[in-house]
């Protein structure tokens, strides 16, 4: 199972790639990843609409997964979020919620629904697990509700490795093969955005504490 410092690692390491590749990265709008779809939330400002507002309490707890986020990179929708129990039943449920999410966030995205991408990332050490790589080809394959891409990375991954994994998605760049070596030599030398680095490191700080600090020292993007 994954654990939540671990998850966090690995996601930092995977935006880091992100960012070194020079696109724009930007949090998405929060309605995504909310527990209603646009209609819904129209009714319920219905005072007297109570079945509503229930229904979505309970799809919180059964049907959504419980930490995910959200992103434009490049201008793409893409939604991040993590497999941890290593049982296939597991993962179907896990993927139940997150494409129970995508629904949602499709919904408000009206026209660039079609756009919108679900990146899965497997736990620390599920790179060179054979269940695990079947585990990822199965999710991959159901194109239900949005495209899936499973990121398995290793004991301690790596910027490249994840960089590794970006070359599977919209990301990729196949004309710049001869650049290749070049760029890794780029993400070797890279480091995290300010402070991130001191963060991560902190074994003092509860997953809590250490999601906040990193939130905290992320400077928001000023309006256009």
């Known amino acids: ?10 996601k930092v390491e995977l935006l880091a790639a992100v960012r070194a590749l020079d696109v724009v990265v930007t949090s998405a709008d929060e309605e995504w990843l909310r527990d209603r779809f646009v209609t819904e939330v ?3 400002k219905d005072a007297e609409n109570v079945g509503v507002e229930t229904a979505t309490n309970l799809r919180v707890g059964e049907d959504l997964p419980a930490n995910i986020a ?10 991040l979020g993590a497999l941890r129990d290593r049982t296939r039943r597991a993962v179907q449920d ?10 949602i966030a499709r919904a408000w995205l009206g026209k660039e629904a079609a756009n919108l991408q679900l990146f899965l990332i497997g736990p620390l050490g599920s790179m060179d697990d054979m269940l695990w790589r079947q585990l990822a080809e199965e999710v991959e394959i159901d194109d239900r509700v949005c495209r899936k891409l499973v990121w398995l990375p ?7 490795d994840a960089a590794y994994f970006l070359q599977r998605t919209f990301l990729a760049r196949p004309w710049a093969d001869a650049l290749r070596p070049r760029r890794l030599d780029r993400l070797r030398e890279l480091a995290l955005p300010e402070g991130w680095d001191a963060i991560v490191r ?3 700080l509860t997953p809590d504490q250490l999601i906040a600090a990193i939130i905290k020292s992320t400077p928001l993007p000023e309006d256009s």
């Open 1 to 10: 199972m994954m654990s939540a410092r671990g998850e966090i690692f690995a």
């Open 42 to 44: 129209l009714a319920g």
């Open 70 to 79: 959200a992103y434009r990179i490049d201008g793409i929708p893409v939604l």
């Open 94 to 103: 896990e993927v139940r919620r997150y494409r129970n999410q995508a629904m």
């Open 154 to 160: 290793s004991d301690a991954p790596k910027i490249e």
């Open 202 to 204: 902190d074994s003092s």
